[in-house]
């Protein structure tokens, strides 16, 4: 059984401040990592995604990858009430494609 | 790029009826579609991968009869769910693979369906 596992939340951070999301996984296969956001009520947006070992930027969401450690995790800098949501990180398993999802961590970011 | 559309958004319906939900890929040919069900508060669920011109891949526990996929095109996949019963309610979502073998998917926005 292929598993993705989340650091427990929810995530509570204060506007301006770094929020660290981290997941891990059992694949050691696995090339492709992707982080998307789900906003309540809303279906899930990608928001990043990495295919190699270190850290890879966009704006202020850095993701980073570790292969030997398996884990993946998500940086956001400079953190904003609209960046609360629930964060799903997601890895492709089997044929087809299928992505295996976390069960995601909700972050809470305080003005 | 990348985007998928739903139609409808939100479905209620009553018990017993059929509601049939589209998906498609707007600016990109999608070999490969998923169809997800997500209840509050819950994670997502895969319920089938949906390849073009050929049989849907259920999950287990998921009845193909009562949830019917149809992926003619590249472009356009269809869930019907068949005489819907309350439990079905839910926020079913689809994705479709990018092109490029990335294993990228890219989400619809859901349909929410209420059966009464």
């Known amino acids: 059984q292929k598993e993705v596992e989340q650091n427990s939340g929810p995530l509570s951070v204060p506007e301006g401040a770094i929020a660290s999301l981290n997941c891990t996984y059992s694949?050691?296969?696995?090339?492709?990592f992707f982080w998307y956001r789900q906003y309540s009520g809303k279906s899930p947006e990608l928001i990043m995604s990495?295919?190699?070992?270190g850290d890879k930027e966009d704006g202020r969401f850095t993701a980073q990858l570790n292969k030997a450690s398996q884990y993946v995790s998500l940086l956001i800098r400079d953190s904003q009430p609209s960046d609360s949501a629930t964060y799903l990180c997601?890895?492709?398993?089997?044929?087809?494609?299928?992505?295996?999802f976390g069960k995601g961590i909700t972050l809470s970011v305080r003005p | 790029g990348a985007v998928v559309s739903q139609h409808p958004s939100r479905v209620i319906c009553k018990s017993g009826t059929s509601v049939k939900i589209e998906c498609r890929s707007l600016?990109?040919?999608?070999?490969?579609m998923f169809w997800y069900r997500q209840f509050p508060k819950q994670s997502l669920m895969l319920m089938a991968t949906?390849?073009?011109?050929?049989?849907?891949?259920?999950e287990q526990g998921v009845e193909k009869d009562k949830f019917l996929i149809n992926h003619a095109s590249l472009t356009l996949s269809t869930l019907t769910v068949t005489s819907a019963h309350p439990e079905d309610s839910s926020f079913y979502i689809c994705?479709?693979?990018?092109?490029?073998?990335?294993?990228?998917?890219?989400f619809g926005p859901g349909t929410r369906l209420t059966v009464l």
């Open positions: 990495i295919y190699s070992n």
């Open positions: 600016d990109f040919q999608a070999t490969t």
């Open positions: 694949d050691r296969v696995s090339q492709s």
């Open positions: 949906s390849n073009e011109g050929s049989k849907a891949t259920y």
């Open positions: 994705s479709a693979e990018g092109t490029g073998g990335t294993d990228t998917q890219y």
């Open positions: 997601a890895f492709p398993t089997g044929a087809n494609s299928k992505l295996t």
